[in-house]
């Protein structure tokens, strides 16, 4: 299981993805270090299991928009897998 961590590149905001589900969005300064550790170990993902990507402009618009993430990943216009 990969942990997918999406970022809108215009304003830094992330969407953290386990199994193709929201776990978590927001600022990066809002990730602490212990909320990395308790992902880590809640759904023991390793670094080599984290992937990290921008969103695409179509995907980048809509959550402008919207204000936020969608709660599953194929709600996403792009291939982020």
Avoid: T
């Avoid at 993805?17 to 776990?23: L, V």
């Avoid at 969103?55 to 216009?77: A, H, M, Q, T, Y």
């Amino acid at each position: 299981m990969k942990l997918l961590i999406l970022e809108v590149p215009s304003d830094g905001w992330l969407g953290i993805f386990f199994n193709g589900e929201i776990i978590d969005q927001g600022e990066p300064r809002s990730f602490r270090p212990d909320f990395w550790i308790d992902v880590a170990h809640r759904y023991k993902v390793h670094s080599k299991d984290v992937v990290y990507k921008d969103v695409n402009e179509e995907d980048e618009d809509r959550i402008s928009k919207v204000g936020c993430f969608p709660n599953r990943l194929d709600e996403l216009i792009g291939d982020y897998i």
